[in-house]
């Protein structure tokens, strides 16, 4: 079995470097570099090798970039762009700060904390968890940093509760998706959750439009909290806990917050550590300190403590994985930018819409402009790239500018749902492995489906009474 396994595996891998040769030699638009078109093949290739998994996504990973520098598509240093990338590094560096929510203990305490609250069934679970995102995000400009270093962490403590072979081992997947999906929803909702927005504002500045904090939040709080209801109860229908009901969580939580005592030391250094992360996310982009620098402090204090060893880090393998395959991808989205890929399509999409009725034009540039995402390893890239010339075609085919500026920017955050690895937080919840790849793209899929409802129905009708159009 093992042998015939190993084969089925070596096929599947064969089947799909042959297709990356075989679309490296088709035809191209002449629109398009040669190199631009290689990379591309390289990057179609890494995807569905990720998908059907021959090999882990971390050697899928080195063999992409062992394809770019054998063939010359990428230098080697290139080809490395991305592991020096700060982003990457706040999302391994979320691992480790996670780990000294458990090793404290202060990671259980939140988690009954939150259960004491919102226990009594595993939706309201799911809810705490989105309503603690919701609460952060207008102060936190970074999701990587408010997702990966606040809520990871309680998300890591509220499963080690209830998965475990005497528990639910399915609770650990509608959690992950829930606190995963809140934060690309929330990212949305305001000017100051997530680090593209403030560039997205500057851009409809440059072209007339003015997009303030209070214009921001008042057009996305209507069709973003109707998104936070309906998508965890979705993720409950079509991944349901074991447990649904957890009628003595309360009581339970109770207990156990009774059993720990009071705030130990090692917990109080942990607690201080982390308020000290909070005020530097929130404040850095005044300051100059980024997200990662400020996570990298916040490690090196817990380093410095014992709180964590080197051997935790050494042995935090979900981490490491991320890395190779996170750097990899980000790698791979950069340069296919960089090398005009991303305007050569949007000019292409543009020569297609001209002439169209407004409405459906911007409807078809929205779809579009939402599903180019899975060519993206960043939310920040996919801004840079595409935001400004269909905004721009957006206005010249008669779309009320505000209403195309803030369409536009409610889904450069929404579209970070789609991959496991398209936006900052999806990396640091799928390295959990609690959701399979194949599952987490469908549901991605699905959920995208129902914000993009629930966004442009609901949110248009909102938006019809603030006068946007």
């Known amino acids: 079995m093992h042998w015939l396994k190993t084969n089925r595996q070596l096929a599947t891998l064969a089947g799909i470097v042959l297709f990356g040769i075989v679309l490296w030699f088709l035809p191209h638009p002449k629109a398009i570099q040669p190199v631009a078109w290689h990379l591309f093949s390289i990057f179609v290739a890494t995807i569905i090798g990720i998908i059907l998994k021959p090999l882990p996504m971390g050697a899928i990973s080195l063999l992409s970039l062992a394809f770019c520098t054998v063939t010359n598509t990428l230098s080697f240093g290139d080809a490395f762009w991305g592991f020096s990338n700060d982003v990457v590094w706040l999302v391994v560096f979320a691992f480790f700060v996670a780990r000294g929510f458990v090793a404290t203990g202060l990671g259980n305490r939140m988690a009954y904390k939150i ?23 207008p102060m936190i400009p970074s999701v990587t940093a408010r997702a990966g270093g606040i809520i990871f962490p309680i998300f890591k403590a509220l499963t080690q509760v209830f998965t475990g072979k005497s528990h639910d081992p399915k609770m650990g997947g509608f959690l992950t998706l829930c606190a995963f999906q809140g934060s690309v929803i929330t990212s949305a909702m305001f000017l100051t ?17 003015e997009i303030s904090w209070v214009s921001w939040a008042l057009a996305a709080i209507v069709p973003g909290l109707v998104s936070l209801i309906a998508v965890p109860y979705f993720l409950f229908r079509v991944m349901p806990p074991t447990i649904r009901q957890t009628p003595h969580a309360r009581e339970m939580a109770a207990e156990k917050l009774a059993e720990m005592g009071p705030i130990k030391p090692q917990e109080w250094i942990m607690m ?86 407004w409405v459906s034009a911007f409807i078809a540039l929205s779809l ?5 995402h899975y060519f993206f390893a960043s939310n920040v890239a996919h801004i840079g790239a595409m935001y400004a010339p269909l905004f721009i075609v957006a206005m010249a085919l008669g779309t009320p500018p505000e209403l195309a500026a803030l369409i536009l920017a409610f889904f450069s955050n929404l579209f970070g749902g789609l991959t496991h690895y398209g936006s900052g937080p999806a990396p640091i919840f799928f390295g959990v492995g609690y959701v399979p790849i194949g599952q987490w793209w469908k549901i991605g899929f699905q959920v995208a489906i129902i914000n993009i409802s629930i966004w442009f129905l609901i949110g248009g009708a909102w938006w019809k009474i603030l006068g946007l159009w």
């Open 193 to 209: 959750a997530m680090a593209g927005n403030p560039l997205i504002s500057e851009i409809a500045k440059s072209h007339g439009v």
């Open 368 to 372: 579009i402009y939402f599903f180019t």
């Open 272 to 357: 201080g550590t982390f308020l000290l992360m909070i005020v530097l996310w929130i404040v850095g982009p005044q300051i100059g300190i980024k997200a990662a620098v400020a996570t990298i402090m916040g490690l090196s204090i817990l380093l410095v403590s014992g709180i964590l060893k080197w051997k935790d880090i050494l042995e935090e393998q979900s981490a490491w994985d991320t890395f190779i395959w996170f750097a990899t991808l980000v790698t791979l989205a950069n340069f296919l930018n960089k090398l005009g890929m991303a305007s050569w399509f949007g000019n292409w999409v543009v020569s297609y819409v001209q002439g169209w009725e």
């Open 115 to 137: 259960m004491s609250f919102m226990g009594k069934n595993s939706l309201g679970l799911g809810y705490g968890l989105v309503a603690t995102d919701f609460l952060l995000a």
